[in-house]
């Protein structure tokens, strides 16, 4: 079945007792046994598994191509499990420009629990190939990276990690798997916050770990979702569902207004650099033509007028949302350093745009008066 099809029917079963052609949110937090002491549709209580959740991640699975898949309540607690399925004295690579909350988590939680890292910049092979140590167990990669849009090479990633006996997550949150489908390139774990493009109305939290294989790892996943807790509600989960279904569309229509707003800031005077794999001058532009079927519709640019250049354009801009997040159908833009803290690797003439539905004719206007004052 094709991607729209299925962002539409997968999961989804008909309500046998009503008829209802929508699905609706079953919010019990238990379920009850038959005579004979069993339990006939499978769930016991809701932290274990429910209706939704259980839609939720089949859907989730088909779209990616994989076996399985485990729903959270954010994308960070998506991202913990797969950490805290590893050992005390485990090795984990991940970019050096990774989500500053993956870096928080690896620096601050995962410290203490005993596990390292190092931050590489995995579109260096050969900088990878020398970080792998006998103990790595995950190489964790993020691509387009979030706030340089750098795009990794998930095939040889694979490669490199399958070699020495680890494993490759890809954070495909800025892709989405309407754009890249990181299991079919030969990774063993998607994660997401679905909290972005999947919900895509900046109206839920949410997280997903999408599995290639039922392996230890993912075992050890699902037991940090259902014996820890970290679950959505069964609202969100129908939220989501109900969001993914307009996923492609969206998507398409937010990727084609990227591609425009890029180029027009590309050409204007004021800035120094677009970061946009959807650019030819794009470093990853090759490889993103290779492993995407669209270049997204995150981007980010810098200034010639340093930090104050890009807090006044921030300042300007009236349909642009002054905000964290990225994904859903209003376009935001921020002070990427300001919102990453004291720890920041981000340049300070930066800001980054999750470009949104309006009409690019209208986001470009916008810009222009913007960069103009
Ligand atoms: N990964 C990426 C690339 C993100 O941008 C974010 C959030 O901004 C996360 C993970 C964390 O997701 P959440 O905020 O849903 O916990």
């Given at each position: 079945m094709k991607f729209e099809t299925l962002a539409i029917h997968a999961g989804r079963e008909a309500d046998i007792a009503t008829g209802a052609v929508a699905p609706s949110p079953i919010l019990s937090t238990t379920f009850a046994r038959d005579v004979h002491g069993e339990y006939p549709h499978g769930h016991v209580y809701t932290r274990?598994?429910?209706?939704?959740?259980?839609?939720?991640?089949?859907?989730?699975?088909?779209?990616?191509?994989?076996?399985?898949?485990?729903?959270?309540?954010?994308?960070?607690?998506?991202?913990?499990?797969?950490?805290?399925?590893?050992?005390?004295?485990?090795?984990?690579?991940a970019p050096d420009d990774v989500y500053?909350?993956?870096?928080?988590?690896?620096?601050?939680?995962?410290?203490?629990?005993?596990?390292?890292?190092?931050l590489i910049d995995l579109t260096r092979l050969d900088a990878v190939r020398a970080a792998i140590r006998p103990e790595t167990r995950l190489i964790w990669a993020e691509t387009p990276s979030n706030p340089l849009l750098k795009v990794s090479d998930i095939a040889a990633l694979a490669e490199l990690a399958h070699?020495?006996?680890?494993?490759?997550?890809?954070?495909?949150?800025?892709?989405?798997?309407?754009?890249?489908?990181?299991?079919?390139?030969?990774?063993d774990y998607v994660m997401h916050s679905t909290t972005k493009y999947l919900g895509g109305h900046s109206d839920v939290l949410g997280g997903a770990v999408i599995a290639r294989r039922q392996d230890e790892l993912f075992g050890r996943v699902r037991d940090y979702q259902g014996k820890g807790g970290a679950v959505p509600s069964p609202f969100d989960c129908w939220l989501l569902q109900r969001s993914i279904a307009t996923l492609p569309l969206r998507v398409r229509a937010q990727v084609a207004n990227a591609q425009a707003v890029a180029e027009f800031l590309a050409a204007h005077p004021a800035v120094s650099v677009v970061h946009y794999p959807g650019l030819s001058s794009h470093a990853g532009h090759a490889l993103a033509s290779a492993q995407m079927k669209g270049y997204g519709a995150m981007l980010s640019f810098q200034l010639h007028?340093?930090?104050?250049?890009?807090?006044?354009?921030?300042?300007?801009?009236?349909?642009?949302?002054?905000?964290?997040?990225?994904?859903?159908?209003?376009s935001l833009i921020e002070h990427r350093a300001s919102v990453e803290g004291p720890h920041t690797t981000t340049p300070q003439d930066l800001l980054r745009m999750s470009v949104g539905l309006e009409h690019a004719d209208d986001l470009i206007d916008d810009l222009r008066q913007a960069l103009a004052a």
């Open positions: 274990s598994s429910n209706p939704g959740r259980a839609s939720l991640e089949a859907l989730l699975a088909a779209l990616e191509g994989g076996v399985a898949a485990a729903a959270f309540g954010s994308g960070s607690a998506a991202s913990l499990s797969l950490f805290q399925g590893l050992a005390p004295g485990d090795h984990v690579i500053h909350g993956t870096r928080t988590q690896l620096r601050e939680l995962l410290a203490r629990w005993g596990l390292t890292h190092s070699a020495s006996g680890a494993q490759l997550v890809v954070d495909s949150t800025f892709a989405t798997p309407v754009l890249q489908q990181p299991l079919q390139l030969g990774a007028g340093g930090r104050e250049a890009a807090l006044a354009v921030a300042a300007k801009v009236a349909l642009f949302t002054r905000a964290t997040s990225l994904g859903g159908v209003e």
